[in-house]
């Protein structure tokens, strides 16, 4: 594929310069080399492209019909890989990420305001939701998630530290049931479970001691279905 199209970028630059010596100056190669790329781009075409004399060069009917083709086809080519060569200096096009609604205080308007002024060629999609993802499969560049539910092949950064999580309850609720002194009290209480779909489990609570005590068996009155996906796409 490299030498067709170094035979059709010497095509055109045979057709325009009008001589294989004029091209080999322009392309920084010799005339034989050139030559001989062409002759092989008519072999493996099968049809002839360029009558020769020795005095000057012409594109037959099928020469002409090639180079009016390569020609813009050759210029959007080139236009591209300035394009995407630009990128590596100024980031473009639209990143697309996923953040639990444990991240969503991260997205202060300074911090989004901050980033689309510094990459004001980016378009951000931010999708906020504590459905499972899977962060490849569904399109997203990146995600913020908690620790405990990153796939283990994925490449993690830590953007926060270490999150601790509290029991807390109204003063009248402790004051009519009394104020748990130890996880396992919170069986005996009217606690509030929380679970990211219609479908997933309950969240499981979790607590640290020396006594390395197992997750109490929290049973709730009350269940807090998932917040509906809000999607957020923001322009410059």
């Given amino acids: 594929m490299a030498d067709e199209l170094d035979g059709m970028a010497t095509f055109v630059a045979v057709a325009e310069a009008k001589g294989f010596r004029a091209a080999g100056d322009r392309l920084g190669v010799t005339h034989s080399a050139v030559s001989q790329a062409v002759r092989r781009l008519e072999e493996r075409l099968h049809v002839t492209l360029v009558r020769r004399t020795t005095r000057s060069i012409h594109l037959t009917d099928a020469g002409e019909r090639l180079y009016a083709i390569l020609r813009p086809a050759l210029d959007e080519v080139r236009a591209a890989v300035v394009d995407v060569g630009e990128m590596e200096n100024a980031p473009r096009g639209t990143l697309r990420l996923h953040a639990s609604r444990a991240a969503e205080t991260m997205f202060g308007e300074s911090l989004l305001s901050g980033f689309l002024t510094t990459h004001p060629q980016i378009r951000l999609d931010l999708v906020v939701s504590d459905a499972p993802v899977d962060i490849v499969a569904d399109g997203y560049d990146a995600g913020i998630q908690l620790g405990e539910v990153i796939d283990k092949d994925m490449v993690a950064v830590p953007v926060t530290g270490d999150l601790r999580l509290v029991v807390v ?66 322009l410059r």
């Fill in 169 to 234: 309850g109204s003063p009248s609720y402790f004051a009519r049931r009394g104020v748990p002194q130890h996880p396992r009290d919170l069986t005996r209480h009217e606690c509030l479970n929380w679970h990211p779909t219609a479908e997933a489990a309950p969240y499981r609570w979790e607590y640290r001691s020396v006594e390395r005590l197992a997750p109490p068996a929290v049973v709730s009155p009350l269940a807090l279905p998932a917040v509906r996906v809000a999607v957020i796409d923001l």
